[in-house]
Every structure is written in C-alpha cells, then in structure tokens.
C-alpha cells in the first residue's frame, strides 16, 4: 500500500471516528435549523394573512358606515375584528367607528362597550386617549358626571389638554361646580391654539360662567 493510499485511509478513519461521536448531534443541529428557517416562513406567512384579513373586514366595516347600515350591522364587523383580530391596529379603529355609530343610533351601551375595549387592549396612547374622551363624553350625556371626570383626569398626551380640559368644564357646569368648571375652561382656552376654530365655542361657554358670577 503506498503512503497515499495509508494517508488517505487514515483520514477516513478518522472522519468515521469523528462522525460516530458527533453525528448524531450534527444532524439534530441541521434538523432544528431547517425547523426554524421553515417555521419562521410559516409564521411570517401566518401574520401576513392575518394582516390581510384585518384590512379585509376593516374595509367592510367602512362600506357599512357608508351605505348608512343599520347599527347591527355596522356592531357585528367590528366584533369580528376584536374578537378576531384583537392585536391588530384595525380593530381599536373599527372599535371607534362602531362606537360614533352607536352614539348617534342613540345607543350608548354599546359606544361604551366599545370603547371600553379600546380602553382595555389598544396599546396605541393616541388612540386611547380619543376613545377616553369620547367614552367621559357618553358618560356626561347619562349625567354620570364623577365617572367622566375620572376618565378626563387620567393622563393623556399634551394635544388632547384642551379637549378634555373642555369636557372637564361641561361635566362640572352639570354638577354645578361653577368655579371648578370656570377653571377648567380658561384651561381649555389657555391650551387651544389661537387659529383653532373650536376655540371660539369654549369662550362662549366660559363668558356664560363670567355672566353669571
């Protein structure tokens, strides 16, 4: 046997010596790596049409708002979307939608259930601060004026200080908390924008209050 042919074997040998150590890893390793190449694909592909689904069935639920459905209509596509699709942005929205509806259905149960569920699982700031303010809104309407003041009390973003500021006021006018209210008004006035059109309301409402002191 030539030196060649006794290297060449003694290299094999030790691959097979190799291999009968480490095989068995080896191939558990490839297998977990190809698991999770495919898996992750999978999923990727799992979210993708979820996503797509979401998007689907918010656009439903616009089409019956904009056909002017009955609210029982316009309720079940935003269900379908928070209870199907609670994770996605789209069902906080169609949450907020259902409950416009609803309120102007003159149903404010289910605006409050609605957005009580934004309030519950949107992890979106912004968004909760609009469903807080439309939700104390609803409560003010039912002359449930401390559990709308608790809501506007929570800490919400900067933009949304004169609004709430604003409700705060209406809320305690109906409590007849008027030096409260007062202050919660020139609040309103101190935080809108001069150009800000709805400006021009809280000042009426605040130099109703000055009148009448």
């Avoid at 316009?74 to 789209?90: H, K, N, R, V, W």
Wanted: no cysteine; aromatic share 8%.
């Amino acid at each position: 046997m030539s030196a060649y042919d006794f290297e060449e074997q003694e290299k094999i040998d030790r691959f097979k010596a190799w291999w009968k150590a480490n095989g068995a890893t080896l191939l558990l390793a490839i297998v977990v790596f190809a698991a999770s190449v495919v898996g992750t694909r999978l999923w990727n592909h799992y979210k993708s049409e979820q996503a797509q689904q979401a998007a689907d069935l918010y656009t439903v639920l616009q089409q019956q708002v904009e056909k002017g459905s009955e609210l029982v209509k316009i309720m079940d596509a935003a269900q379908l979307l928070t209870e199907g699709f609670p994770g996605s942005g789209y069902a906080a929205r169609a949450a907020l939608i259902a409950a416009h509806s609803a309120v102007q259905a003159g149903n404010n149960q289910s605006a409050s259930d609605m957005l009580q569920w934004v309030l519950d699982h949107s992890d979106e700031p912004e968004v909760k601060d609009i469903a807080r303010l439309r939700l104390a809104n609803v409560l003010v309407d039912e002359s449930k004026y401390d559990q709308a003041l608790a809501l506007l009390n929570a800490q919400h973003d900067a933009s949304f200080t004169g609004l709430y500021a604003d409700l705060r006021g209406d809320a305690l006018v109906a409590s007849g908390k008027t030096e409260e209210a007062r202050a919660a008004y020139q609040k309103a006035l101190d935080s809108l924008g001069i150009q800000s059109a709805y400006r021009n309301v809280v000042q009426m409402k605040f130099d109703t209050l000055r009148e009448q002191q």
